[in-house]
């Protein structure tokens, strides 16, 4: 079992903002970044890094960006066409140029691999095109977030970038060809009440969209078509805990698939970190739904960002997606990075998210705060030539104290053994997952918890047998229980006989003398073996000396209740002062033998 992930660590020398690898090669990692406008000497940058070492990383390309200009602050690759990769960053104009309502904030580059037969060696980065994509004069904002759709061979991909610490937010969509060489073409725009956190996109026809964006508090999808960019919809709104008056914060938000969303929580007050997975309501539907989730360790207070990968990408945006694993890793305020799995799962016609599991925490990647994550693609290999230690999927991370970290995660060829064969059909189909063991919640802590409750409900029902001196004490704490607690039950006897609060009371109503409740020791035992009971007046000649209840011994008392009880002529509930006044007759010597050995 592999269990532990190769790392490769270089320091540049500007602060990083972003990162993205070449969609096709999994060995080239773009990053970039800059002190910004005039910032100490401290250039603003793109550099290109050789990740094929997976201990090593080396520089590969440079191009250093205009010194009065701003620092790139956001990156993507888009598609390669022969040797020629193009890329999109986010880098504003100088302070002079947006002052004069000039901010040319969307940059193109290309990257140039010469080829082998090539006399001149060496990568080559140039700047292709600029352009204004937002609308709005603002002084203050920035290029904050850009995202393309997943690539497709022979298909384009819609683009989307939005604006930071704009008074009026905005979010601009642009087309990207399949053919690549830098072209890209405007697709519209929304003005948006809130500033986006994050935005995603993702393809779900030949030339249909959708993008989903988030702010604080909502969740909101723009169907995009050939023709239309339909309004923002918002289909999640965070609530308050119960009880509780502070909101919950997302932070990132990425697709799975066109069905289900992932996206990172911030709880209120530093409070911790969850993931959450949503399904994306269907068209008759008005909400999205929470399907899974997870918590982030808890030295994680805040995450600072998300990255997502496939490790069974499908071929066209009409392909059903059915088992597949995703690698999810967060970027936390520690400099830490938790990575998780999640499977998809299809089962008849149903979709799931299952299984949304941690399998590692990377603990201090950086020693500063990490502002960009980012997956190298997967495609799965056609045949098994590789070994598995070759099989990995990228992880890239970049921060501001100047270091770019590349960490290997292992995969594996995984088989669904609950998928049985078919006799003469074919083989059961393999894929792709990640080779190191999740750690999803164990056994021992279910039977634990488990143990925990059924103990409690036994201490439970055992206080509230002896709280009603039912049965034989084992824990002895009815001395320390509240009077309230130990009052006796109210029960009901089944029996033919008249109660002796009945008895009594027949009694009364023709004497006004005290009466005494004996045995007749000339009569015949009853069922239980006991002689016949008697409710009368006391005469002590006839009957014999007789007591009053409060003058009688306390076993005198326990027999006679006993007694009362076996037949069922008084209960608990009945309580003793009915008994107050009345006199009893003898219940010791012979009289005791007999009761006694009925009891």
């Not at 010597?589 to 009761?595: D, K, Q, S």
Request: proline share 7%; glycine share 8%; hydrophobic share 35%.
């Amino acid at each position: 079992m592999v269990n532990r992930i190769p790392s490769a660590k270089i320091t540049l020398s500007y602060p990083l903002y972003s990162c993205a690898f070449d969609p096709t090669d999994p060995s080239q990692l773009i990053v970039a970044g800059g002190g910004g406008p005039g910032r100490n000497g401290v250039g603003n940058k793109i550099t290109i890094l050789d990740t094929s070492n997976p201990v090593e990383l080396s520089e590969v390309a440079e191009l250093e960006l205009s010194a009065n200009e701003d620092n790139v602050t956001t990156l993507a690759a888009g598609p390669r066409k022969d040797r020629n990769l193009t890329v999109f960053a986010g880098v504003n104009s100088s302070p002079d140029e947006i002052k004069k309502g000039k901010n040319e904030h969307f940059r193109v580059f290309g990257i140039n691999q010469p080829a082998k037969s090539a006399k001149t060696s060496g990568v080559r980065i140039s700047e292709v095109a600029r352009n204004a994509l937002f609308v709005h004069k603002d002084n203050s904002a920035y290029q904050r977030l850009i995202r393309l759709s997943h690539p497709y061979e022979t298909l384009p991909q819609l683009g989307a970038v939005a604006t930071g610490l704009s008074k009026e937010p905005e979010i601009a969509l642009f087309d990207v060809p399949w053919s690549g060489g830098g072209r890209w073409k405007s697709r519209g725009r929304l003005d948006i009440p809130k500033e986006a956190m994050d935005l995603d996109v993702v393809q779900t026809g030949p030339d249909t969209y959708q993008l989903a964006y988030c702010d604080d508090h909502d969740i909101f999808t723009v169907e995009v078509s050939k023709s239309e960019i339909s309004e923002p919809k918002c289909v999640y709104t965070i609530t308050p805990d119960e009880g509780a008056t502070a909101k919950a914060s997302f932070k990132s938000l990425r697709y799975l698939t066109p069905g289900f969303l992932i996206t990172v929580v911030n709880r209120p007050s530093s409070q911790g970190v969850a993931l959450h997975g949503y399904r994306l309501p269907a068209k008759d539907q008005e909400n999205a739904r929470l399907a899974i989730r997870a918590r982030l360790p808890k030295g994680v207070s805040k995450a600072t960002g998300l990255a997502v990968r496939n490790l069974s990408p499908t071929s066209s945006p009409s392909d059903k997606h059915i088992e597949t694993q995703f690698v999810v890793a967060v970027a936390g305020n520690d400099s830490s990075i938790s990575l998780f799995t999640l499977e998809h799962k299809s089962v008849a016609t149903v979709d799931l998210l299952a299984d949304l599991a941690p399998f590692q925490v990377l603990k201090s990647v950086h020693p500063s705060n990490i502002t960009g994550l980012s997956f190298s693609s997967f495609t799965p290999p056609k045949s098994s030539s590789k070994t598995a230690l070759e099989l990995s999927v990228k992880l890239a991370s970049v921060a501001v104290g100047f270091t770019a970290v590349v960490h290997s995660i292992p995969l594996k060829k995984h088989v669904d053994k609950s998928i049985s064969d078919r006799k003469g059909g074919p083989p059961r189909q393999s894929r792709y997952v990640v080779a190191l063991k999740s750690k999803g919640e164990s056994p021992m802590t279910v039977i634990t918890l488990f143990t925990i409750v059924v103990l409690i409900l036994a201490i439970v029902g055992q206080t509230f047998l002896e709280a009603k001196d039912i049965g034989k004490p084992i824990l002895g704490i009815r001395p320390y229980l509240p009077a309230s607690w130990t009052e006796p039950l109210r029960k009901i006897p089944v029996t033919s006989e008249k109660t002796i609060q009945d008895l009594l009371s027949d009694a009364n109503t023709h004497h006004s003398q005290p009466l005494v409740i004996r045995h007749d020791e000339t009569g015949q035992a009853d069922l239980h073996g006991l002689p016949p009971l008697q409710v009368g007046i006391h005469d002590e000649e006839v009957h014999g000396p007789a007591t009053s209840w409060e003058n009688l011994d306390p076993k005198d008392q326990h027999l006679w209740k006993q007694r009362l009880k076996k037949t069922g002529h008084w209960f608990e509930g009945m309580g003793e002062s009915i008994f107050q006044g009345v006199l009893f007759g003898e219940i010791g010597g012979a009289i005791g033998n007999i009761v006694g050995e009925a009891l």
